[in-house]
């Protein structure tokens, strides 16, 4: 059984359907509530088609990635227009200077918003079809929300929270939106009912996991105890020892015995004291803040793995104060890697806005710090702020998005970080000779002859410390497939849909790959015509939400005669999902043994 992306069962998924040759069996082809055929009274008889067309249940591989590194590149003119014109010879692409082979080169061009349907003056007349509804707008966009209710203040949601509200008033009829918070309260899964969007906005509220549980002498922030305790900062901790000095009860106004060092660092005989309240309070603040971190780290992920799910062009909008991953960077990595894979776009709005440090703020819980020492204690929250909204510079530019920050207009933040570059192109090598030692190896893109345009691309990344397992890469590549919106067009496939409605609330939908067997490409095997087709159909709600899959592999060992006088119509693989009346989007992929693809998409309106 495969599992989806978000560590679910994906129910009923690789079920079987009904194979029908159209040469040989056109009326059973024809009707989509059709039985099976039945089975030929000789053994001889039945054997011969066996031996030239089988079917049966299999797991296979879409695509082979060996240490495949993956980088999306957005390439700019001097006015910040994306270009898309730009070949695969353009581009040089450097692993810790080496120079690289591009073995995979695509361009991404992002879907167009579908406008509201303009609104009858009148009601319509009756059509003469009055039974036959409109087939259903597909969904092609899909914008999940993440609120970083753990790391923001009350003040910054409500704003940010606003302006979610507005620019979700302006999704269209193809757009679906979720809701994720990093709290994990309050999620919604995608839809376009903009009274439940509205509804679960109004539920976010702040919910720091580290409430009530930080000390407050010294009051340190986490890149502060980063600082002191994976840096050794000499001002950093100095500047701590000097809080406690001032906040510690018992210790008097210490900084009367105390001289200043470079940031009036006492030398009185309470500084082995001081140091030593220094180092519990930052072991303190480390562990509470590493596991805030470590959880928004995986509500991303888990957020980047449910779009990867959904039919078309993806983005993810992060609204969040930022956060500081230090120690994460392997699980930085592998977040990035997993959004690129998905062909996620991942963008951050910083939620503080145009951010002002209030002087009261920096030093309230130390009103007694000398001068030097509060000018410090101003510095590193500065730095604080800045290192945190590094996280949410860096996972925009590694995956293509956009980084909104310093500004309150939070219309035009929430318009561009929405707003994915026209045109991308992702680019893949295989790192020859890869060791799997966790180490960052540094990435240069660079173009041809074109010094004048800016290049925005992921800086570097981590090799593996072991070997992905190729039968859950094997699993993957098959959801990649399925979960694409992409038509592709390799093999000679064409998509119909048919449906039977047995009762009011039950009907039988019918999703049938025609494939012209003749147009295939065969090899020539112990005298016959040899291929094999693996055909994989999905089905899918009106927002994109996928219900149920199957999937086929049709072995075909042909003679010259079947081939070419008995298979005229081609073969037409049928697959039978049983549902409810409703608006359906269904997804077609038929892959060959030599790699060759096809891709289509369908819709269908069951009344």
Request: hydrophobic share 40%; aromatic share 6%; proline share 6%.
């Amino acid at each position: 059984m495969i599992r989806s992306r978000v560590g679910l069962p994906v129910a009923s998924f690789l079920l079987c359907g009904f194979l029908l040759v159209a040469g040989w069996m056109s009326t059973a082809a024809q009707s989509p509530a059709a039985a099976p055929p039945t089975p030929a009274a000789s053994p001889q008889a039945a054997d011969k088609p066996a031996q030239e067309i089988s079917t049966h249940d299999e797991t296979t591989t879409f695509r082979v990635k060996v240490n495949l590194v993956l980088v999306r590149v957005v390439v700019r003119d001097a006015q910040g227009n994306a270009i898309g014109n730009l070949q695969k010879e353009d581009f040089q692409l450097f692993d810790n200077g080496k120079p690289q082979t591009i073995r995979q080169f695509t361009v991404e061009q992002a879907v167009k918003p579908t406008p509201e349907p303009a609104k009858p003056a009148a009601p319509a007349a009756p059509a003469e079809n009055a039974g036959e509804l409109p087939p259903p707008v597909a969904p092609n966009h899909y914008v999940a929300y993440v609120f970083d209710d753990v790391h923001l203040d009350f003040a910054d949601l409500a704003r940010v929270r606003e302006g979610a509200a507005r620019h979700m008033a302006t999704l269209g009829p193809a757009d679906r939106a979720a809701i994720f918070t990093t709290s994990g309260v309050n999620n919604l899964d995608f839809t376009d009912d903009r009274t439940r969007l509205q509804d679960a906005l109004n539920h976010i509220t702040i919910r720091p996991l580290t409430s009530g549980m930080s000390t407050d002498c010294p009051d340190l922030s986490y890149y502060q105890a980063d600082l002191i305790q994976y840096k050794n900062d000499p001002i950093a901790l100095s500047v701590a020892e000097q809080e406690v000095q001032s906040c510690s009860p018992g210790n008097g106004n210490a900084n009367s015995n105390a001289s200043s060092g470079p940031a009036g660092g006492a030398t009185s005989s309470s500084s082995s004291d001081a140091e030593r309240q220094v180092r519990s309070a930052v072991l303190e603040v480390l562990s509470l803040n590493e596991h805030e971190s470590r959880v928004a780290l995986s509500v991303l992920s888990n957020a980047v793995r449910r779009l990867a799910l959904m039919p078309g062009q993806r983005t993810l909008l992060l609204l969040s104060p930022g956060f500081i991953g230090s120690q994460m960077e392997l699980e930085y990595g592998e977040l990035v890697e997993q959004a690129l894979r998905a062909q996620v776009t991942i963008s951050a709005l910083n939620a503080r806005g145009l951010y002002v440090l209030e002087s009261t703020t920096a030093a309230s819980n130390a009103p007694v710090m000398t001068g030097a020492v509060f000018q410090e204690k101003m510095a590193l929250a500065q730095a604080s702020a800045l290192a945190e909204d590094t996280f949410l510079a860096d996972i925009a530019y590694d995956t293509g998005g956009s980084h909104f920050h310093d500004s309150n207009d939070f219309d035009e933040g929430f318009r561009r970080i929405a707003t994915p570059p026209e045109y991308a192109y992702m680019l893949s090598f295989s790192p020859p000779n890869l060791k799997l030692d966790g180490q960052f190896h540094n990435l240069k893109v660079t173009i041809k002859d074109k010094s004048k345009l800016n290049i925005q691309a992921r800086k570097g990344y981590y090799a593996p410390k072991h070997l992905a397992d190729p039968a859950e890469e094997a699993k993957e590549d098959i959801e990649d497939a399925l979960f694409s919106q992409e038509e592709m067009h390799g093999l000679p496939v064409q998509l119909s849909t048919k449906f039977f409605k047995s009762s009011d609330d039950k009907a039988q939908l019918s999703v049938l790959a025609h494939v012209d067997v003749k147009r295939l490409r065969f090899r020539r095997t112990a005298g016959r015509n040899a291929n094999s087709l693996t055909v994989v159909s999905g089905v899918f709600d009106r927002n994109g939400v996928f219900i149920s899959g199957l999937q086929k592999v049709v072995d075909m060992n042909l003679k010259d005669d079947t081939l070419n006088n008995k298979l005229g119509n081609g073969v037409v693989v049928k697959s039978s999902f049983e549902v409810a009346p409703g608006s359906y989007l269904v997804r077609l992929v038929v892959r060959d043994a030599d790699g060759e693809l096809s891709a289509a998409n369908g819709s269908i309106e069951i009344p």
